[in-house]
């Protein structure tokens, strides 16, 4: 009978995982913004009637998912759930609530079964465009990035909002994109509770009370055993990114106990006044998906596994900013975190660590603010670290999972062309095992118009992704206009009529020695063009 029941509530657990993977799917597939619809920007998630999370979709990033675990009891913290009916959904994109910057909105819709609130559908997703001063580092405060929206009504019953749309619309270069992925996000909930009240219906059940103790109790022992494995101690690392203008240092130490794992920051440089600026609730989610990638990768996602990780910073640092702190592009800090952490873990689990990788998300944002204006936003994707036991993946954009607009796409929906898009050779860090290759793009305006390119997440630029156990690091990122103009940091710049802009993204550092790398992989290399001879 133990066995059974076992089984029984193993099986929703994976049945709960596989209807946030279908919610995922449909904002995927409904979404406006190519961001969301092709780069996957997105994150979808169902919580108990707490507010706790249950189960995450496999679609989405570290920075949209475990933000979001902490945000819906924030959510229900502003309006409680005897205030909720069947059929409302809640928005933010609140930095401080949400994930980390005004672009992302959060829509949280209560799971009503039989007449009670027995959980919650959350989602997330990149909105391209709020007001403000747009996609841009050089905001001196968070006012100047947008519209906020504080905890609110998306709709109220079966009664869409349509004054608050017309508020996010009203301030948005692009409405339509704008009210289409917001509701979207709503669309995305409806659907995921239409399958579970399908599944609870099939099951017999009632509310998610028993699953909910099942997957925290089986989550948390699972995660005490990996714990009690490691080696108890304070371990160490920091890193050097360009920053806006001056460099930023983040430090980690990382103390092992015996019931978690605590991450503090607090010798990490003090917040700018720059839109590069991290909130402590994306900082905590990135570090917290560096430690559980290295050490639990197998055990899904939930608020028991998180709950193992804590991590600390005194606020007003670069990794725990405050309002109201410009924090458009927190991203370049926040995913610079799990490689940070993944240095502290080298020293008890270095069979498991890849060498240092290209990090942020390269965000090409270029726009056309005369005749005609146009906003294009893509993204560019540098070279994984390798690994202890093979290359790194190229292109491919580690730790955020975000994939890349196919160029056709974006070159419908703006006047602009992209004339190369092609691995950079020799860019992958040296070593017993490569780093991942990073790209070369090169993009230009096809109407002869001037563009102004913002260099808020460009990262790298200064020192590329360091290797590992003697392998070399890979090369740094570059970026410069067919003029002779080199972008040194992440202002905003013009690129005049007729020219071009050139885009190098960081290549992944090397791991092992040079020297010990097999004869018939340096011949594959070079065969496929991957490495010059």
Same mark, same amino acid.
């Given at each position: 009978?133990?066995?059974?029941?076992?089984?029984?509530?193993?099986?929703?657990?994976?049945?709960?995982?596989?209807? !946030?993977?279908?919610?995922?799917?449909?904002?995927?597939?409904?979404?406006?913004?190519?961001?969301?619809? =092709?780069?996957?920007?997105?994150?979808?998630?169902?919580?108990?009637?707490?507010?706790?999370?249950?189960?995450?979709?496999?679609?989405?990033?570290? #920075?949209?998912?475990?933000?979001?675990?902490?945000?819906?009891?924030?959510?229900?913290?502003?309006?409680? %759930?005897?205030?909720? /009916?069947?059929?409302?959904?809640?928005?933010?994109?609140?930095?401080?609530?949400?994930?980390?910057?005004?672009?992302?909105?959060?829509?949280?819709?209560?799971?009503?079964?039989?007449?009670? &609130?027995?959980?919650?559908?959350?989602?997330?997703?990149?909105?391209?465009?709020?007001?403000?001063?747009?996609?841009?580092?050089?905001?001196? @405060?968070?006012?100047?990035?947008?519209?906020?929206?504080?905890?609110?009504?998306?709709?109220?019953?079966?009664?869409?909002?349509?004054?608050?749309?017309?508020?996010?619309?009203?301030?948005? /270069?692009?409405?339509?994109?704008?009210?289409?992925?917001?509701?979207?996000?709503?669309?995305?909930?409806?659907?995921?509770?239409?399958?579970?009240?399908?599944?609870?219906?099939?099951?017999?059940?009632?509310?998610?009370?028993?699953?909910?103790?099942?997957?925290?109790?089986?989550?948390? &022992?699972?995660?005490?055993?990996?714990?009690?494995?490691?080696?108890?101690?304070?371990?160490?690392?920091?890193?050097? *990114?360009? #920053?806006?203008?001056?460099?930023?240092? *983040?430090?980690?130490?990382?103390? $092992?106990?015996?019931? @978690?794992? *605590?991450?503090?920051?607090?010798?990490? %440089?003090?917040?700018?006044?720059?839109?590069?600026? !991290?909130?402590?609730?994306?900082?905590?989610?990135?570090?917290?998906?560096?430690?559980?990638?290295?050490?639990?990768?197998?055990?899904?996602?939930?608020?028991?596994?998180?709950?193992?990780?804590?991590?600390?910073?005194?606020?007003?640092? $670069?990794?725990?900013?405050?309002?109201? @702190?410009?924090?458009?592009? /927190? +991203?370049?800090?926040?995913?610079?975190?799990?490689?940070?952490?993944?240095?502290?873990? +080298?020293?008890?689990?270095?069979?498991?660590?890849?060498?240092?990788?290209?990090?942020? *998300?390269?965000?090409? %944002?270029?726009?056309?603010?005369?005749?005609?204006?146009?906003?294009?936003?893509?993204?560019?994707?540098?070279?994984?670290?390798?690994?202890?036991?093979?290359?790194?993946?190229?292109?491919?954009?580690?730790?955020?999972?975000?994939?890349?607009?196919?160029? =056709?796409?974006?070159?419908?929906?703006?006047?602009?062309?992209?004339?190369?898009?092609?691995?950079?050779?020799?860019?992958?860090?040296?070593?017993?095992? /490569?780093?991942?290759?990073?790209?070369?793009?090169?993009?230009? !305006?096809?109407?002869?118009?001037?563009?102004?390119?913002?260099?808020?997440?460009?990262?790298?630029?200064?020192?590329?992704?360091?290797?590992?156990?003697?392998? +070399?690091?890979?090369?740094?990122?570059?970026?410069?206009?067919?003029?002779?103009?080199?972008?040194?940091?992440?202002?905003?710049?013009?690129?005049?009529?007729?020219?071009?802009?050139?885009?190098?993204?960081?290549?992944?550092?090397?791991?092992?020695?040079?020297?010990?790398?097999?004869?018939?992989?340096?011949?594959?290399? &070079?065969?496929?063009?991957?490495?010059?001879?």
């Amino acid at each position: 009978m133990k066995n059974s029941k076992f089984i029984r509530n193993s099986i929703i657990w994976n049945q709960l995982i596989s209807i !946030c993977e279908e919610q995922a799917n449909v904002l995927l597939k409904v979404a406006f913004g190519a961001l969301v619809r =092709e780069a996957g920007d997105i994150s979808a998630g169902i919580f108990n009637n707490k507010g706790k999370m249950l189960a995450q979709a496999v679609t989405g990033t570290p #920075g949209h998912v475990n933000t979001m675990a902490e945000a819906v009891p924030k959510f229900l913290k502003k309006i409680a %759930s005897e205030n909720l /009916r069947k059929g409302d959904a809640l928005i933010t994109n609140d930095p401080w609530i949400g994930a980390g910057h005004i672009f992302d909105f959060v829509v949280v819709s209560p799971i009503f079964f039989r007449n009670k &609130i027995i959980g919650y559908f959350a989602s997330t997703c990149h909105v391209i465009d709020v007001g403000g001063i747009g996609w841009s580092a050089e905001g001196k @405060s968070f006012f100047e990035e947008g519209t906020l929206i504080p905890v609110s009504f998306l709709r109220k019953k079966k009664s869409i909002n349509e004054s608050l749309l017309r508020i996010i619309t009203a301030n948005s /270069r692009v409405p339509n994109e704008a009210r289409g992925d917001i509701l979207s996000l709503m669309s995305c909930n409806d659907a995921g509770i239409n399958r579970l009240i399908d599944l609870l219906k099939e099951n017999s059940l009632t509310n998610l009370s028993e699953t909910s103790k099942f997957i925290f109790d089986q989550s948390r &022992i699972s995660m005490k055993k990996i714990i009690s494995k490691l080696k108890k101690g304070k371990y160490k690392n920091k890193t050097q *990114l360009d #920053g806006y203008d001056t460099p930023i240092n *983040l430090e980690a130490k990382l103390e $092992i106990t015996d019931k @978690s794992i *605590l991450i503090n920051l607090e010798k990490s %440089s003090k917040a700018t006044s720059r839109g590069i600026n !991290c909130p402590i609730n994306y900082s905590v989610a990135y570090a917290s998906y560096g430690v559980k990638a290295a050490i639990a990768p197998e055990i899904p996602n939930n608020s028991a596994t998180l709950s193992f990780i804590k991590v600390r910073a005194p606020l007003g640092l $670069i990794v725990s900013a405050i309002k109201p @702190s410009p924090v458009t592009a /927190r +991203h370049v800090v926040g995913q610079a975190l799990p490689d940070l952490v993944l240095g502290c873990l +080298h020293h008890i689990i270095p069979d498991k660590i890849p060498a240092e990788s290209s990090g942020a *998300l390269w965000t090409i %944002s270029l726009r056309h603010d005369g005749d005609h204006p146009f906003n294009s936003l893509n993204v560019a994707l540098g070279g994984m670290g390798a690994k202890p036991y093979g290359d790194g993946l190229s292109t491919t954009a580690f730790p955020s999972g975000v994939g890349s607009i196919p160029v =056709e796409i974006v070159e419908n929906e703006a006047p602009i062309l992209y004339e190369i898009k092609e691995f950079m050779k020799n860019s992958g860090g040296i070593g017993k095992y /490569r780093g991942g290759l990073g790209q070369k793009i090169v993009i230009k !305006c096809i109407q002869n118009k001037e563009m102004k390119i913002s260099a808020a997440a460009f990262e790298k630029i200064r020192k590329g992704p360091s290797g590992l156990k003697g392998g +070399h690091s890979g090369s740094p990122g570059q970026v410069k206009i067919s003029d002779g103009t080199k972008i040194k940091d992440k202002g905003t710049y013009i690129i005049p009529k007729g020219k071009k802009v050139i885009i190098i993204t960081p290549g992944g550092g090397g791991y092992g020695k040079p020297q010990d790398r097999d004869q018939n992989q340096i011949m594959n290399d &070079i065969k496929f063009g991957l490495v010059a001879k």
